[in-house]
C-alpha cells in the first residue's frame, strides 16, 4: 500500500548559523530509511504525469519503483539511460515547476519528493559503484566537436559517446563544467560532483580542450573544415552580464553576479590557501531577484558581509526557486522588496557608499505576465552600503554567429535552430543557453539530447540538406 502522508519527508540541512559561515553543502541527503519511506509516497500512476515535466524524460515511477524494491542501482541505471547528469539535477533542477508540478499527490498534498530521490540515488551510486569502470562503446568512426562543456554540452557529448561517436569538447575556460563549475556555489553543488561526471564521460572516450575559445583561437568553419569534424554542436550559454545603466554603476565596487561568482566558484576565492583577488565588503547590495541574485547574495554572506537583495517587485513576484529563498532567509539576508535602484552613490574618489533607491507599486500585469511595477513619487532613499552586485540577468553572447558564416540568430539573438537542434547550416547545430537566452539546467541538457539526436541522423545522412 502505499504511504499516504501528507508532506514531503524533510531534506537533512546544516544549521543556519553553521552554514553561512562556510561553503559546505546546505542540503545533506536522504538515508536509506528517508528514501525508502519517500519513494513509498508514489502512486506509480499508469498514465505518468510526472514524465511531461522532465525535458529529459527521465523514467520517473519506474526508478522509485526500483527504490521501494531496494535495488538503488537498478535505480540508477534508470535515470541514467535518459538523463547524464542525476547528482547535478537532483540538487539544482526546479522539480516544483517541472516533474513535482506534475505529480498526483500535489493535488491535495505535497508531490512526491522526486529531486529529493534523484540524488540520493545518485550519491548512493557514487559512494558504492563510483570507482566501477565504465564500458566504452566502440567507435563508430565518425568525429564531432561540441563548443562548450555546461550542461547542454556535456549531455550532447555523452549521447553522442553512447553511440560511438568520437567527441571532442572545446572548453573556453580553465576546468570543465560550464555554468556547473562557474556559476552555482559550492554549497548547492559540490564541485567534486561535476568533476565526478565529467570523468565518468572522459572515460567513455570523451576528449576535453579547455582555454579554447571558439571563434577566437579557433573558428566553426576550422573545425569542420581542417579539424576532420563532420559536426559541430554549440553550447556556449548565455554568459554576459547585464547591467541597469544607471547612474554610478562604473564605481570600483560594482560588480556583475557572473564575476562575483567565476571568482568565487572557479577561482576558489573564499579559500584562504588561494590567491584570487577579490574584495571581502562589510555591507553588500544585491540587485535582482533570481536564482543568481540568492546565489550571490548567500556567497557574500559567507564571505563576512551583511547583505540586502534589493528588488524591484514583491515576495511572490521573485523569480528564484522557493527553496533558495527561503535558504536565504534563514541565513540573514536581508530582502528589500518593491524597491528599484536609481543610482549608486559614492565619494570623491569613485568609492560606492550606497545605493539609491526607488519605491514601487504593482499596476497591470506586463508581457511577462507578472505585475508591472511603478515608482512611488518622491519615495527616494539611499540604502548605505560599500559593494554592489548586480544579478539582473545575462545577455546572448553572440560570438559564434558573428564568426560563423550562415548561422542565423532568432529575433532575441540567439542561434536559430530547427526540431533537430540544427542551425541554418548544414551540420552545425546549438542548444540551450545559446539559442534560448537563460533557462534551467535541465532544459539545457535536453536541448543537448535533441542536438545528439539530430547529429546522429545528419550523420547517417537522414536530415535534408540545406544551403551554404
Keep these: 500500500m502505499p504511504n499516504m502522508r501528507p508532506d514531503k519527508n524533510p531534506m537533512p540541512e546544516l544549521d543556519p548559523n553553521v552554514r553561512n559561515k562556510c561553503f559546505e553543502e546546505v542540503a545533506t541527503g536522504y538515508t536509506i530509511e528517508m528514501a525508502k519511506d519517500e519513494a513509498d509516497r508514489c502512486l506509480n500512476c499508469k498514465n505518468r504525469p ?194 541597469m545603466h544607471i547612474p554610478g554603476e562604473n564605481r570600483l565596487e560594482v560588480v556583475s553576479a557572473n564575476e562575483y561568482l567565476t571568482r568565487i566558484n572557479l577561482m576558489k576565492a573564499y579559500k584562504d590557501d588561494y590567491d584570487t583577488p577579490i574584495m571581502r565588503p562589510k555591507k553588500v547590495v544585491v540587485v535582482g531577484g533570481g536564482n543568481v541574485a540568492m546565489d550571490a547574495s548567500r556567497s557574500a554572506k559567507r564571505m563576512g558581509a551583511d547583505v540586502h537583495i534589493v528588488y524591484r517587485r514583491g515576495e511572490s513576484e521573485l523569480p528564484a526557486r522557493a527553496e533558495e529563498v527561503h535558504h536565504a532567509k534563514e541565513e540573514g539576508i536581508h530582502f528589500d522588496l518593491l524597491r528599484n535602484p536609481v543610482e549608486i552613490v559614492g565619494d570623491e574618489n569613485g568609492h560606492v557608499t550606497g545605493v539609491k533607491v526607488v519605491e514601487m507599486q504593482l499596476g497591470e500585469p506586463d508581457a511577462s505576465g507578472r505585475r508591472r511595477p511603478i515608482p512611488i513619487e518622491g519615495s527616494e532613499y539611499v540604502i548605505d552600503c560599500d559593494y554592489v552586485i548586480i544579478a539582473i540577468g545575462t545577455r546572448l553572447n553572440k560570438l559564434i554567429i558573428d564568426t560563423t558564416e550562415g548561422v542565423a540568430p532568432t529575433e532575441r539573438g540567439g542561434i536559430a535552430v530547427d526540431e533537430n537542434g540544427e542551425t541554418s547550416r548544414d551540420g552545425i547545430f546549438a542548444g540551450g543557453d545559446a539559442v534560448t537566452g537563460a533557462a534551467t539546467v535541465i532544459k539545457a541538457m535536453g536541448a543537448g539530447k535533441v542536438g545528439a539526436a539530430g547529429i546522429d541522423k545528419y550523420i547517417k545522412g537522414e536530415l535534408e540538406k540545406k544551403q551554404k
Aim: hydrophobic share 35%.
Design 50 to 243: 510526472c514524465m511531461t515535466g522532465c525535458p529529459v524524460g527521465v523514467r520517473i515511477p519506474e526508478f522509485i519503483s526500483k527504490i521501494k524494491e531496494d535495488d538503488i542501482e537498478g535505480a540508477y541505471n534508470i535515470i541514467t539511460s535518459t538523463n547524464s547528469l542525476p547528482a547535478v539535477c537532483g540538487r539544482v533542477c526546479p522539480q516544483e515547476t517541472q516533474c513535482e508540478s506534475k505529480c498526483v499527490r500535489g493535488i491535495k498534498t505535497e508531490p512526491v519528493g522526486i529531486g529529493r530521490l534523484e540524488r540520493f540515488v545518485a550519491d548512493w551510486h557514487e559512494e558504492n559503484h563510483g570507482s566501477d569502470p565504465i564500458e566504452k562503446v566502440p567507435s563508430n568512426g565518425h568525429r564531432v566537436a561540441v563548443v562548450g562543456s555546461g550542461p547542454s554540452g556535456l549531455a550532447c557529448a555523452g549521447d553522442l559517446a553512447n553511440l560511438g561517436y568520437e567527441v571532442t569538447v572545446f572548453e573556453s575556460l580553465h576546468k570543465e563544467g560550464g555554468v556547473l563549475i562557474y556559476g552555482i556555489p559550492e554549497f548547492r553543488l559540490p564541485k567534486k560532483i561535476v568533476a565526478s561526471e565529467v570523468a565518468k564521460l572522459k572515460a567513455k572516450g570523451v576528449k576535453f580542450v579547455t582555454d579554447a575559445i571558439v571563434g577566437r583561437a579557433i573558428s566553426v568553419d576550422e573545425l569542420l573544415d581542417d579539424e576532420g569534424f563532420e559536426a559541430v554542436f554549440v553550447g556556449t550559454g548565455a554568459g554576459l552580464p547585464s547591467f
